[in-house]
């Protein structure tokens, strides 16, 4: 009989120890609930690829409000401090946006020059961070340059903008940074005029194609067009290219 009481009483006292257990897990929960504190912070609702200007990036986030001890640390507080930098890695949906993942373009240019080849000559264009895959480009590189005029560089004739691949495979000789480029030919001391970061890049390259690109950047000075640098490794799939206007673009 002294052993079933005993029995009883030790299922009883372990029951109670249980309930009271729960209670107090509970109670912390609440306690630590009431003392937390929130913050607004800005996480990646767009996956965001490497090199992206961090002018263009109120795009990609949204504002979230997150407890301040799952908060990590250097977060972006404003979206403002991001301009004059690229995205250093490629930002995934749900990350925290913070300062260690943007970079001057500077940083992200590699020293160098490499060796013109006999019988090359080299030019250099001047291009924003985007247009040179986010300042991937480097001495030693491999492009493809594709070309890109508006309705006011074709107006003598159809008045239709083009774009089309015109090279492909070519060297980069040398990258540096440069200081600002004035859009339409415009003064950069001017308030009106927008101005932004270039990279310096220059290419190798024969008679015909020095042609064809002082053409273009000439254009693109005058707010007429534009060129674009693609990276092309060896294995790049050059096929399929055409000329793209406003008739063909679209499937």
């Excluded at 990036?57 to 504002?63: A, H, P, T």
């Excluded at 006999?118 to 001495?139: N, P, Y």
């Excluded at 003598?156 to 070519?170: K, L, P, R, S």
């Amino acid at each position: 009989m002294i052993r079933v009481i005993g029995a009883i009483l030790a299922v009883l006292l372990a029951v109670a120890g249980a309930v009271a257990l729960v209670f107090y897990v509970q109670g912390a929960d609440q306690r630590a609930a009431e003392g937390a504190e929130f913050q607004q912070v800005f996480v990646v609702k767009t996956d965001i690829p490497e090199g992206t200007p961090g002018e263009a990036i109120e795009g990609f986030v949204q504002v979230k409000e997150l407890p301040a001890l799952s908060i990590q640390p250097d977060i972006v507080t404003n979206l403002a401090d991001l301009e004059g930098t690229v995205a250093n890695a490629d930002l995934v949906v749900g990350e925290q946006l913070i300062t260690p993942r943007f970079s001057d373009p500077e940083e992200l240019i590699e020293e160098g020059e490499v060796t013109l080849p006999e019988g090359m000559q080299e030019v250099t264009v001047a291009l924003s961070v985007d247009r040179v895959v986010g300042g991937a480009v480097k001495a030693g590189s491999t492009v493809g340059v594709v070309l890109s005029s508006n309705t006011q560089s074709n107006a003598a004739n159809d008045q239709t903008a083009q774009t089309q691949f015109v090279y492909h495979g070519m060297l980069v000789t040398r990258v540096t940074l440069g200081s600002s480029f004035a859009a339409g030919g415009q003064s950069s001391e001017s308030d009106e005029v927008q101005t932004f970061d270039i990279i310096m890049v220059t290419l190798a390259a024969t008679t015909p194609q020095v042609e064809k690109i002082v053409y273009s950047a000439e254009q693109q000075v005058d707010g007429n067009g534009g060129i674009w640098l693609t990276l092309e490794p060896e294995n790049a799939d050059q096929s399929g290219s055409e000329r793209r206007t406003g008739e063909n673009i679209l499937p």
